[in-house]
C-alpha cells in the first residue's frame, strides 16, 4: 500500500472520531474504523495490494458491503485494483500462450487458426499496435457531382 493511502486512511479515521455523524456506511466498516483503526488500515493495505473485495473480506472478517465501502473511500485503491487485473490477465496470457504452445500437435487445424488469430490480435493490442482498422469512403451522388462541374472555370477553348 502507498504511503499516501495510508496517511489518508488514518486522517480519516482521525476525522471520523471528531464527527458527533459519521457518513452512512454499513455498520460494520463505521465499527471498524472507530473500534479498531489498526484493522481498517490492514483492510485498506490489503485492497491497496490489489488484493479482490471478496479476499479481502474473508482474510478480515468482514462484509463485502463494508469492504466495498472502505475501497470506495480511498479512490487510489481503485488504481491498486486495476493494477493487479491487469498483472492478472497478463499472466494468464502468458501461462495459456505457453500451453498452447506445448500442445500444439495436439490443436485441430480449425481450432489453431482461430487461437492464431487470438493470440496475434492480443499480441498487437499489448504492443500497442493497430488493433482495428476504420475505412471511410465518400461517393458523390449525381447531384453533388454536377454542382462541383458547375462551378468549374469555364475553358477557353481555340479552334485551329
Known amino acids: 500500500m502507498s504511503l499516501s493511502v495510508q496517511l489518508q486512511a488514518q486522517h480519516e479515521i482521525q476525522l471520523l472520531m471528531q464527527d458527533p455523524k459519521p457518513p452512512k456506511w454499513p455498520l460494520d466498516a463505521d465499527t ?36 466495498r465501502a472502505i475501497a ?37 487445424p480449425n481450432k489453431l487458426m482461430f487461437a492464431l488469430d487470438v493470440l496475434v490480435k492480443n499480441a498487437q493490442l499489448l504492443s500497442g499496435g493497430v488493433t482495428s482498422r476504420h475505412e471511410q469512403v465518400n461517393v458523390a451522388s449525381p447531384e453533388a457531382l454536377q454542382k462541383m462541374f458547375e462551378q468549374l472555370p469555364e475553358a477557353n477553348v481555340i479552334n485551329e
Open 32 to 67: 471498524l474504523m472507530l473500534d479498531e483503526p489498526d484493522e481498517y488500515l490492514g483492510v485498506v493495505a490489503s485492497l491497496g495490494n490489489g488484493d479482490s473485495i471478496d479476499k479481502v473480506s474473508k482474510q478480515w472478517r468482514i462484509s463485502k458491503g463494508a469492504t
Open 72 to 108: 470506495q473511500r480511498h479512490p487510489s485503491i481503485l488504481d491498486a485494483q486495476r493494477a493487479s487485473i491487469a498483472r492478472n490477465i497478463n499472466e494468464g496470457a502468458q501461462l495459456v500462450s505457453e500451453r498452447l504452445i506445448e500442445k500444439i500437435d495436439d490443436v485441430s
